[in-house]
């Protein structure tokens, strides 16, 4: 097993990055807030699970050790593949779905690309109790938002550009997504920066 990945970032796409490790470039699957934190040409460690299929061998790759330990426990679920694991924690962070598995909240499941009010039913009862005791508290984002004049904007417009995007597309697509974040923290909440990032990468998608 590889347990975790170590070396500058080689290149980064909306879903993976290149790490390299001892002149070979690891090919690492990620969430958009991972992603969001590493910078080509930058050192960095990334905690990893190696799926082993028939026909293909496929590295994700994680912030930390607890993310890969929910991904992996995600998938004792019946009908809990890879993606559908990693997409949870594209929404949720792993505190916050303890939170929702010790709740019952199958809204928040259903929060989740791919899964419906009937497979969230069935994972509660499935995976209740098997992420470990919920926090005391979850904040409602994945990622701290430091006080300031929009921080998020930063946060995003670096993402992108990390990603390869050039500044005045970064810029356009972070004006783009601007009504999104505005609406969440009129609410009383935080730019919910992960889902900015995603709705961002698809406006530049639908531009080019």
Partial sequence: ??????????????????????GVGMAVHCTPNTLAGLRVGEPARLAT??????????????????????????QTASGVGPRVAQAMLG?????????????????????????????????????????????????????PVAAGPAPWTEQLTAALIGLGYASREAEDAVDAVAPQAEAAIAAGGQAPVPQLLRAALQSLNRAR
């Fill in 91 to 143: 929404v949720h962070s792993p505190d916050a779905l303890r939170a929702a598995f010790a709740a019952g909240d199958a809204k928040a499941l259903t929060a989740v690309p791919g899964i419906g009010p009937k497979g969230a039913q069935k994972l509660l009862l499935e995976l209740k109790g098997k992420l470990g005791a919920a926090p005391a508290v979850v904040g409602a984002q994945r990622a």
């Fill in 49 to 74: 699970s190696l799926v082993v299929r028939e026909d293909s061998l496929t590295l994700y790759g994680f912030a930390d050790d607890d993310e890969r330990q929910v991904f992996e426990l995600l």
């Fill in 1 to 22: 097993m590889i347990a975790f990945v170590s070396g500058p970032v080689a290149a980064l796409a909306p879903a993976l990055a290149v790490i390299e490790v001892g």
